[in-house]
């Protein structure tokens, strides 16, 4: 097996890269997650925003890639792989129309 060299520089590029890869994707979930949980009287606001981050991070980069790894030209395989996150943060952030009981929350 040959011996390669990468420069520092270059994984910082790649790390650089893949996070701005992620953003539009975490950014919505990071944000619904964090205010879905002040609206419940959740403790730590910051540490449930930093771990909602995370999270995003890792499922935009899955869906992103999914779509980078099949046929699809790659501007469009960005755009899909962002569409599921933007769905979970409006599916998150929407208000429930029942309760658990079954009792109805508007007229």
Do not use: K, N
């Amino acid at each position: 097996m040959p011996h390669v060299e990468v420069s520092a520089g270059t994984v910082l590029l790649l790390l650089g890269m893949i996070v701005l890869v992620v953003q539009p994707g975490a950014i919505p979930f990071t944000y619904a997650v964090a205010t879905r949980h002040v609206r419940r009287g959740g403790q730590r606001p910051p540490l449930v925003a930093t771990g909602a981050y995370l999270l995003g991070c890792l499922f935009t980069l899955v869906c992103v890639a999914a779509f980078f790894c099949s046929e699809f030209p790659m501007l469009w395989a960005a755009v899909l792989g962002y569409v599921p996150m933007w769905l979970f943060a409006y599916l998150i952030l929407r208000q429930p129309d029942v309760q658990p009981g079954g009792r109805h929350l508007r007229g």
